[in-house]
């Protein structure tokens, strides 16, 4: 349920009426400062709740039910984009554009620093690498796991480039209390527990869309962290399956403005991920960014064909370097008034 409030509203009928919402409902209220608005959002079991004495009361503009189950994450609760700032220098959603770019796998330290170098060089702002890998065969490379979450602190304290690395299970989480970002790849999109959990932790989360997730259970995904306390989620399209066999996966690009006029949080795009081949990551990366993404975050490698995990989708660091700059170009040029 959503009470919009009169903008004269003084602090202290706030107060009274908020607390009278708690103590007579039993309903958590999320309050959202708008310059001409203050938002309440009701949350929990609003049935009892009498929307006509609401309505009735003298500093509310106006109230309504919310049909979708996801309220944290609905832009009703929350009007403006929500901005995830992830370090001093980078904050995620509001009209930036930021693009995190890396081996899908950290192999070695050499390999990871010399692509966290070349991509900052391009205009990359964060360093993506997988150190736990989920591969479909157990007997693919799984990744370099805690000696990985090292290698990409070493390439962070080279380059100064944030790192944004996929989690798998709850108990991992202590480990990855120094990444910057942590990701929640798609295999994992509906792991309640791990949500659950995630939600508990005061850190940016980039929670992929599961392969054949639909955009409300997506959104139900980020209401499970948000409803443990934790704001800080960024959702990533990477593609879902379809009959199509051609790519690896079909990018739903309807879904960035979908999200956008469903919820407030960032959305960012994995070309790399839907395309499953190079060649196809620059016009899906040009598409994401025409449709309004946050971001992109892109799997960059120093040698492709030698790559332990997804060479066939990575770009060269040369390859990356002019999908960035035409990216960025269509960026600046999408952000200039007509
Ligand atoms: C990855 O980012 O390397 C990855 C495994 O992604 P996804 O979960 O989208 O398949
Ligand atoms: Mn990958």
């Not at 400062?33 to 009361?57: N, P």
């Not at 001093?88 to 390999?111: K, N, Y």
């Not at 990359?124 to 990744?143: D, H, I, M, V």
Request: proline letters at 4%; aromatic letters at 6%; charged letters at 25%.
């Amino acid at each position: 349920m959503i009470i919009v409030l009169k903008p004269a509203t003084t602090e202290e009928q706030l107060n009274k009426f908020t607390n009278m919402l708690k103590d007579s409902y039993g309903v958590k209220v999320n309050k959202w400062d708008g310059v001409q608005s203050t938002v309440l959002g009701l949350i929990g079991d609003t049935t009892r709740v009498d929307i006509e004495y609401i309505d009735a009361q003298s500093i509310v503009e106006s109230v309504k039910r919310v049909q979708e189950p996801y309220k944290k994450a609905n832009r009703k609760f929350h009007p403006d984009d929500s901005k995830i700032k992830v370090t001093d220098s980078v904050t995620i959603g509001g009209g930036s554009l930021h693009i995190m770019a890396g081996p899908c796998s950290v192999e070695s330290e050499q390999q990871i620093v010399q692509i966290a170098k070349d991509v900052k060089q391009s205009g990359a702002t964060l360093l993506r690498g997988g150190a736990f890998k989920p591969r479909t065969s157990p007997y693919a490379f799984q990744g370099l796991k805690a000696e990985g979450l090292d290698l990409l602190k070493t390439a962070r304290k080279e380059t100064g480039l944030p790192i944004v690395t996929e989690i798998m299970r709850a108990s991992h989480i202590d480990m990855f209390e120094n990444v910057d970002i942590i990701q929640v790849g798609a295999r994992n999109m509906q792991n309640f527990e791990l949500l659950k959990e995630l939600g508990k932790i005061d850190k940016p989360i980039l929670l992929k869309r599961g392969l054949s997730a639909t955009i409300e259970e997506w959104l139900m995904s980020a209401e499970y962290i948000m409803a443990g306390g934790n704001d800080k989620v960024i959702l990533c399209e990477r593609g879902i399956r379809t009959y199509e066999t051609f790519t690896r996966n079909t990018l739903d690009v309807s879904a960035i403005p979908i999200i956008k006029k469903l919820s407030h949080l960032p959305v960012v795009v994995d070309p790399s991920h839907a395309a499953g081949k190079s060649w196809l990551v620059e016009p899906l990366a040009m598409a994401a960014v025409a449709a309004g993404a946050d971001g992109l975050i892109i799997e960059v490698h120093n040698d492709p064909p030698h790559a332990l995990s997804d060479g066939a989708q990575s770009l060269t660091p040369k390859q990356f370097d002019a999908v960035a700059k035409k990216v960025f170009a269509l960026k600046s040029a999408l952000d200039t008034e007509v």
